[in-house]
């Protein structure tokens, strides 16, 4: 979900007020911080049983989607990205030097 006061469609200025916010925050602190929210989101995931994660509209807040599309969305989707993103800047670094 998106942070409050952002919209879906406002996505790319929440990434760029979070990339400007932990800029300075050194590598092993954000391993840190990626570590303690994994291990948080996998406490959640693990307190709902399968019908509340994929059943359509158990939330309210949801609309017609699952909570564990959500879920997926948050973790597994999104490191794939992450990663590929990753892979691409040091790419373009490597051609840079």
């Not at 942070?3 to 760029?16: F, I, S, V």
């Not at 948080?40 to 307190?47: A, H, P, S, T």
């Not at 989607?65 to 597994?76: E, F, N, Q, R």
């Amino acid at each position: 979900m998106p942070a409050k006061g952002y919209t879906w469609k406002t996505m790319p200025e929440l990434n760029k007020e979070i990339r400007i916010r932990y800029c300075n925050v050194e590598l092993m602190d954000v391993r840190k911080m990626l570590d303690a929210s994994f291990a948080e989101l996998q406490e959640v995931i693990k307190g709902h049983a399968n019908d509340e994660l994929f059943e359509k509209k158990s939330y309210k807040w949801t609309d017609s989607t699952s909570l564990g599309a959500y879920m997926i969305s948050a973790t597994s989707s999104h490191y794939d990205w992450a990663s590929k993103l990753i892979k691409k800047c040091k790419k373009k670094q490597r051609l840079i030097k």
